[in-house]
Every structure is written in structure tokens, then in C-alpha cells.
């Protein structure tokens, strides 16, 4: 058996891993000099070898743990168990990754019935002494015999009743004896001993108590929350106690370097005069503002000011610390990284670099990416999130708050918007044709999809809030309404929506916008030092990609051509083009839209003036353009002025088994070449408008999607270029473009070195790869991902970050394979996987040029390509 224990000065902050990570803190800050009690740390693989010997502590770890107990009764002078002069110790868990609040603690541990007799003639203070004996029954019952916590609770709160007290202080000697024997009299009922009284039987109960304490419910449900590994286990500090309850020149409180919201540089905490540090922590006294202590206790606030001075400067980082004042002496129990919010964050990082604390590079990686996207988006009001009532919960899909009124459809959403109203649009699943809804809406709730759902990605790039997946809910969109448990919400009612949480209230509930300070804009300047990945946007909109462009965005990676389409102008002639009898019938239908797409291309190309734009050729299905029920179809065929039979056998001739694998991208583009030829020439003659009347150098790169065979680009390729190319030499303007394929056919990676001799770039459309190479439905995988998680079948999402193992080597294959015939192919990715930090690392490694995301994910993206590069380069440094 190795080395279990370490006294705090044998240790140091590096050890982490071993000493938890409270233990190498407490080790840390006993060495360089600050004022912590003495003490020692039983490390965590002393905790995985009581897991592995059936929950026991062995005789060998119960002798070093008492030999160290020694070591602290040298140190201090006082004895355990001694009745004259005991020494009390705290018993605290530790892991080395913070759990805040999910495992055990134990306070005055050391005290019984001759000890606290002889701690009172020496304190001077009995109240302290019998105060303290009670709060160890109730938390060693509490946490070591499973007293249900309640039933101390109840007797404490009895008495003060009885007595007209509000507050714990009001007790006396003599109310404390008497619940001192209630306690031990209902400690021995649920527990079925009496309590112990052997402080060295106290001590080995409450370490292994602690160990326990990892596998509790809720820090195992914590760690899998955050993704904190199993295995790790917890480390156990036995602390010498100090007394914040030894009188009005006596405290405890927990305080912040900064404050934890804003990054103010300035402390930020709580304490309570006459107090024990659990009093903060549970809420049973209300705390006083750390400022206050300039008044009642000013030597002490000075004390902490120059502690947290010295803890910043050493950690180089905000801290969060517990402290405890004992007769007018100041003592540090615990300092960790604080936690703070997304805002606090980014102007801490700033503010460091600028107070020569840490470099850019450190900065940048302090950074959480994803919580920076919730800068971007409205929140809701904490405090009246706390009064409102949850009734469903989904996938947590695209950040930010919104509060509406529920429509079921894209018509009806529209109209109430059009009166003023804030609209929430409710949908089994929404489809383009949900686009105009959509864009008016505050938000959307589906019952199906998952996280790259078609409501998911659309919500993602206009910036808006969207619950995907709520299978708490069942949709009834023909009665209008939804229900989620006992509720019913109609037509009308109003919901929030929570998309950082993926909760669904019922009612209204205040939104605000957090503030984007000018430390938001420094920071992501300095990621464009370090990145070497570009960070392009999906956009279809002028609108949508001045929004990228504010954020950074050095390009357009995906433009959707297909949600042009369904502005109320323009629908019916698509559906005309659609239900066309012949080519030449289709052909004037495609004329009437050369216009339109025309118009939206030209607006795109003068935003985005000098930087490339990847425009899609149409993708989608036809059915998706057209009434699906019997209902609407008799509308269309009026509007339209044609036979409703012969409508609807278009219709149901359309219908495929497997749309997303069907008549799609490039096959439209063989079997009806005249679309891709329009939208050619509508991309082609609006940049050569553009560069003719703005002077702009316009970068126009045309995508044809779904590719899988070598012949289908070669095919549409050599139509596309004829097209542009006469346009361009009639226009006598010199224009350059390009012309590319979206990978998202598996079949595609296995052979992009014969796509890539007719390929000027690739961009990886991961949606549907991870779609197709795992067999999984993205509108459908919602059902059953949740439980492979859990079960350990699946880490990730893989809709969310690329599976690395399947979807990541078809990646790596084709830019591989493609780079081999064309080394300087252009490559990058353009699903929603571009806007997550995780499988921006990926595209950073395998060497992709870009990633394109969301106008709103931009910012996240260039943070994370910038923390991939810094990472790549201390691996290869080390």
C-alpha cells in the first residue's frame, strides 16, 4: 500500500488529481503563507481502494489516518478526544473536478458528553460549545446514519416556537441541552445506536461516509450532467476546526475575488456575524454584504482584501473562498475558480490580460464558447423563472428566451404577428414551408426532430429560441392545441420558452438582453490572431448575413436557395414549375422566378461584397413545396386555377417512402436541368451587376448538392459553366467563380478523388452524413439517443458534434482523397456541426480550411477555432 495521506504542507496545487481539488488548494495556500487551519488530505485513490475492498477502510489507512490525526495534535496542542482541551476537526469531500454542494461535510466532529464540558470552562463560551455539539448529531446522523434530516429540523424549530424565537442565536444553554437530547434521542431511533461518543469512531464513520458520498444520486446525476468521469473518485480533508459561532467579533461567509455576474473588480460575497460556515450555505439566516464588514469588523474586511489580492495573483484567476473569523482572526478554509456567469467571464479574461495577469492566449482559453452564445440571445428574468411552473421539457436547441402566445400554424402565426401580437409557433415538425411563420415568430416548439431538425437549424440562424423534441408534449395541431401532462394549452395561451434549458413554462414570463460589453469585442479580435480555420455563415438573406458579418463571419459557407422560394410572391411559381405538364410550361414558371432569385442573389453578393459566397443549388424535394392534405390542395387548385384531380395525383406522385434519400439535390438537377440552369444564370448575371455597378470583386461559388457519383458533378458542372461562362462573356466583365459539391453522401468521402477532378472546393454538409452513415433519422433519433447516452452506447449527440470514429474518418478520407488530385481544393464544413466547439477541433486537425455556422454561432466559432489552434500548439510544443 502506498501513500493515502498527505498533511496540507506536503502537498501542492499541481496534485490535483490526487489530493481532490480542494486538498491540493488547501496544500497551496499553506504553503505560500495565508492563514489555513491544520490539516491533511486522504486522496482519491485511497477513496477507489475503499470502492474496490467492499466499502471498508482497511487497518492500514485507519493507523495513517490516525498518525496524521497526531501530526495535527503536535501542531495545535490540543488532543482528540482530550476533555480539557479537544481537538475538533472538519470532515469535507473533495474531488478533483468541483461539485459544489453534492457530496458530504462534517463539522465539530471530536465533541461528546465530557468534552464539551471541558471546552466550555476553557472557551468561556458554553452556548458556542453545546451550539456546536448539536450541529454535529445532526450532521453526522444527517449524512453518516441517514437520519431523515427533517426530523432534527422539526425539533429545533419546535422549540424555537415554543420560545417566540425567529432566530437559531435566541438559544440558550439550556434550550440547546434539550435539543441536544432530542437529537441524540431521535439519532438513536432511526439509526438504532446510541450516538458515538469515541471521536476516533466519529472520525472512521465520517470518512467513510464521505467516500460514500460519491456515489450519492445526486453526484452521480452532477457528474453526468457535466460530464465529469466515474472513475475519479473523492478526496477526504480533515481540517482543524475554527469557530465563526465563538461570539459578535467571530464570522463566517464565503466571498468572490470579482463579482461573479459582471467581472467588476471588486469583492463580492456574504457573511454572518456569530455564525458556522453551514448557516451561509443553508439559507437560515439572512447573510450581510461583504461591505458591511468595513464597519464591524474592518481589520478582518482588510485581512480578506489582502488575501484575495495574493490568491489572484498567485492562481491568476477570480477565486471563490471560504472564510471564517474566529475572536477577530482570520482564517481561509477553501478557495477554488469561481464560477461565473458567461458575461463575467469574458470581462474578467480582458481585464487580466490588460492587469498583465495572464496573455491573450490564457484569456482565450478561459473561455467556456458555448456559454458565450447565450450572450446573444434574450434571457428570462431569473426571478420570475423561479415563480413559474414547468410543463414540458425538450432538446435545448437553439439558446435564448422567448415568450408568445401559441399558433399552430405558419398562416396563423403570421396574422397574429401582423396585429402586433408575440407569437410562439407550435409544430409536430416544421417544414420550408413553415419559413414565413418562422420568421415572425419569437420562437418555436416542435414535439419531433432533434438537434439539427429543420426548426433547429432555421432557429439557429435567424437567432431565435427553439425547443426541438418535446416529447412531453402531444401536438393536436387540427384542434389547436397541445398537451403536456394535465395541461392543456390552446390556441392563443400563453408559453415561454427556455432554449439554453430546453423547459417549456406556462404563461408569460420577463425577458431581457444581457449586456455585450466592449470586452466581448477585444476578445474575439484577439482569437483572429491564433486561429487558423476560417469562419464562415449560413445565410439566405441580406439581413441574415449583415448579422454574420457584425459577428466576424469572412464569408457565406451555405446559402440555402430553397427558402427563397416560399416568400407569398413566389410559392406559386415554383408550384406552378412543379406541376408543369412539360418543359416548356416549366421553363415560363422558372422565368417568372429568374427575378426573384436574381434580386436576393444581387442583395447578397453587395453585403457581402469581397468575401466568397457558396450559393446551393436546390436541394430539397418538390413535395415539400406543396400541400400535403386534401384541404390545401383544393385551395391551391383554386388559386392556381387548375383540375384538383389532376393536383392531387401530382401530389401523391410526388410522395416518396424516403424523401431525404429520394428525388433530391443533384438528381432534380439531372432529371430537371432547367432549374439548375436558372438558378445559374440568376447567380451569374447578379454578380456581374454587382461588380459592374458597385466595383465590388464578387466571389461567387455555386454548390451542387448530394453528390455520390464522379458523373453526377461532371454532368451539372459542364452545364453551370457553359451557362456562366457565356453570361460572363457577353457582360465583357471579368468574373471569377466557382464551382463545388456539398459531401453529405458517404459514397462521396470514398471517392472524392474522382469528385474532386470536377470540384473547385468541398464542403462537407455533416447533417446529413452523420444521417446517412449511421442510418439514424435526424427528425426521428430524438426518440432513442437520450437513453444511448445514458446507457454509454453513444458520448455525444452525434447530430450535435461529430462522431469523430465514423462520420470524422469519412471527413478525413475525402479531404484526404480529394486534396491528393487537387492540393489546394478549398475544403470546409457546412452543417450545424460548424458552429460546435468540439467538432470545430476535429475540422482544425483534419485541416479543413473553414467552418460555416449560424449568423449567431460565428462568434462561438471563432473562439473555438482559436482554442483548437492554441491546443494544437502546446501538444506539439510538448
Known amino acids: 500500500m502506498g501513500k493515502y495521506v498527505y498533511q496540507f504542507e506536503e502537498g501542492k496545487k499541481e496534485m490535483k488529481n490526487l489530493l481532490g ?112 455539539y448539536r450541529r454535529l448529531i445532526q450532521m453526522f446522523g444527517d449524512v453518516v446514519m441517514k437520519v431523515p434530516k427533517e426530523e432534527f429540523d422539526n425539533i429545533l424549530e419546535s422549540i424555537k416556537k415554543r420560545e417566540g424565537f425567529k432566530s437559531d442565536i435566541e438559544l440558550n444553554v439550556d434550550h440547546l441541552k434539550e435539543i441536544i437530547s432530542e437529537y441524540k434521542r431521535i439519532f438513536k431511533k432511526f439509526s438504532g445506536i ?48 475554527v469557530f465563526g459561532n465563538m461570539g459578535d467579533n467571530s464570522a463566517t461567509g464565503v466571498m468572490f475575488t470579482r463579482n461573479p455576474s459582471t467581472g467588476e473588480k471588486k469583492l463580492y460575497g456574504e457573511f454572518l456575524i456569530n455564525a458556522q460556515g453551514e448557516d451561509v450555505v443553508a439559507g437560515i439566516r439572512t447573510p450581510q454584504h461583504i461591505d458591511e464588514m468595513k464597519n464591524v469588523l474592518p481589520e478582518n474586511y482588510n485581512d480578506l482584501k489582502k488575501i484575495s489580492n495574493t490568491l489572484e495573483s498567485h492562481y491568476k484567476d477570480m477565486q471563490d473562498i471560504e472564510f471564517t473569523i474566529e475572536n477577530g482572526k482570520t482564517f481561509i478554509l477553501q478557495t477554488r475558480t469561481g464560477k461565473r456567469t458567461a458575461e463575467a467571464a469574458v470581462n474578467i479574461a480582458v481585464d487580466m490580460v490588460n492587469e498583465g495577469l495572464i496573455d491573450k492566449k490564457t484569456a482565450i482559453m478561459r473561455i467556456d464558447p458555448k456559454a458565450i452564445e447565450q450572450l446573444l ?18 432538446l435545448a436547441a437553439s439558446p435564448g428566451a422567448a415568450t408568445g402566445r401559441v399558433y399552430f400554424t405558419s398562416v396563423d402565426a403570421v396574422g397574429a404577428a401582423k396585429k ?46 427553439c425547443i426541438a423534441g418535446c416529447g412531453d408534449i402531444e401536438v393536436e395541431e387540427h384542434n389547436n392545441r397541445f398537451i403536456a401532462g394535465e395541461e392543456i394549452i390552446k390556441e392563443g395561451d400563453y408559453i415561454s420558452l427556455d432554449g439554453n434549458t430546453g423547459k417549456v413554462y406556462k404563461g408569460k414570463i420577463k425577458t431581457t438582453i444581457p449586456g455585450l460589453s466592449g470586452n466581448f469585442n477585444t476578445l474575439l479580435e484577439w482569437t483572429d490572431n491564433f486561429r487558423r480555420l476560417g469562419v464562415w455563415a449560413n445565410a439566405d438573406k441580406a439581413a441574415d448575413a449583415k448579422k454574420a458579418l457584425d459577428f466576424g463571419a469572412e464569408g457565406i459557407g451555405l446559402c440555402r436557395t430553397e427558402h427563397m ?34 434580386d436576393d442573389f444581387k442583395s447578397l453578393f453587395e453585403t457581402m461584397k469581397d468575401k466568397p459566397v457558396i450559393i446551393r443549388l436546390l436541394d430539397p424535394p ?26 392531387k395525383y401530382t401530389v401523391e406522385k410526388l410522395k416518396e417512402f424516403n424523401p431525404m434519400l429520394g428525388h433530391r439535390g443533384c ?5 430537371y436541368p432547367e432549374i439548375y440552369e436558372m438558378q445559374t444564370k440568376a447567380i451569374i448575371a447578379a454578380a456581374v451587376e454587382v461588380k459592374r455597378g458597385k466595383d465590388v470583386d464578387v466571389k461567387p461559388e455555386i454548390m451542387i448538392p448530394l453528390v455520390g457519383i464522379d458523373k453526377e458533378i461532371k454532368e451539372i458542372r459542364d452545364r453551370v459553366t457553359e451557362i456562366a461562362d457565356t453570361i460572363i462573356s457577353e457582360s465583357g466583365i471579368r468574373l471569377k467563380y466557382k464551382v463545388g459539391t456539398m459531401i453529405e453522401v458517404p459514397r462521396a468521402s470514398l471517392v472524392a478523388d474522382k469528385i474532386a477532378e470536377y470540384a473547385d472546393f468541398f464542403s462537407f454538409g455533416t447533417n446529413d452524413l452523420t444521417q446517412m452513415t449511421f442510418g439514424f433519422s435526424r427528425d426521428d433519433a430524438g426518440k432513442f439517443l437520450t437513453i444511448y447516452r445514458e446507457n454509454g452506447i453513444l458520448e455525444e449527440d452525434p447530430f450535435t458534434t461529430i462522431d469523430e470514429n465514423g462520420v470524422g474518418k469519412l471527413v ?30 476535429l475540422c482544425n486537425r483534419i485541416g479543413l480550411n473553414y467552418v460555416s455556422c449560424s449568423p449567431y454561432r460565428v462568434p462561438v466559432a471563432r473562439l473555438a477555432a482559436a482554442q483548437a489552434a492554441i491546443m494544437e500548439d502546446i501538444e506539439i510544443e510538448n
Not at 412543379?578 to 415560363?588: C, G, L, P
Not at 438528381?667 to 432529371?671: F, Q
Open 420 to 465: 402586433g401580437e408575440r407569437v410562439i409557433l407550435v409544430r409536430k415538425e416544421t417544414s420550408p414551408e413553415d419559413i414565413d411563420g418562422m420568421a415572425k415568430a419569437e420562437g418555436f416548439l416542435t414535439s419531433r426532430g432533434g438537434m439539427t431538425s429543420h426548426a433547429a437549424v432555421v432557429a439557429r440562424q435567424m437567432g431565435k429560441c
Open 812 to 841: 478525413k478520407m475525402g479531404v484526404e482523397l480529394g486534396r491528393s488530385v487537387k492540393p489546394d481544393i478549398v475544403v470546409g464544413i457546412c452543417g450545424e456541426h460548424g458552429g460546435d466547439p468540439k467538432s470545430i477541433e
Open 622 to 647: 418538390l413535395h415539400e413545396f406543396l400541400p400535403q392534405d386534401e384541404k390545401g390542395i383544393k385551395e391551391l387548385s383554386k388559386e392556381l386555377n387548375v383540375d384538383f384531380s389532376k393536383l
Open 21 to 132: 481539488g480542494k486538498g491540493a488548494n488547501l496544500a497551496e495556500m499553506t504553503n505560500i503563507g495565508l492563514p489555513v487551519p491544520p490539516g491533511f488530505t486522504i486522496t482519491t485513490e485511497a477513496c477507489k481502494y475503499f470502492f474496490e475492498n467492499n466499502e471498508q477502510i482497511t487497518d492500514e489507512l485507519e493507523k495513517e489516518i490516525l498518525k496524521n490525526i497526531a501530526k495535527i495534535e503536535k501542531k495545535t496542542g490540543k488532543k482528540f478526544g482530550n476533555s480539557k482541551n479537544p481537538l475538533l476537526v472538519s470532515v469535507r469531500s473533495g474531488a478533483p473536478v468541483s461539485m459544489p454542494g453534492m457530496m458530504d461535510t462534517i463539522l465539530n466532529l471530536g465533541l461528546n458528553d465530557d468534552s464539551i464540558k471541558g471546552m466550555a470552562k476553557l472557551t468561556n463560551n458554553p452556548r458556542l460549545v453545546y451550539d456546536s
Open 667 to 671: 438528381r432534380l438537377g439531372i432529371t
Open 565 to 598: 422560394f416560399f416568400d407569398d410572391e413566389r410559392i406559386n411559381y415554383v408550384r406552378r414549375m412543379i406541376i408543369a405538364k412539360d418543359t416548356n410550361e416549366r421553363i415560363k414558371a422558372l422565368d417568372k422566378l429568374f427575378t426573384f432569385q436574381k
Open 377 to 394: 440571445h434574450p434571457i428570462f428574468d431569473s426571478k420570475e423563472l423561479e415563480k413559474s411552473k414547468v410543463i414540458a421539457k425538450g
Open 194 to 241: 446510541d450516538f458515538p461518543q469515541e471521536p476516533k469512531v466519529q472520525l472512521l464513520m465520517a470518512v467513510n461516509a464521505v467516500f460514500k458520498s460519491w456515489q450519492n444520486p445526486r453526484a452521480i446525476s452532477y457528474r453526468n450532467i457535466s460530464k465529469i468521469p466515474h472513475d475519479l473518485g473523492t478526496a477526504v480533508n480533515i481540517q482543524t476546526m
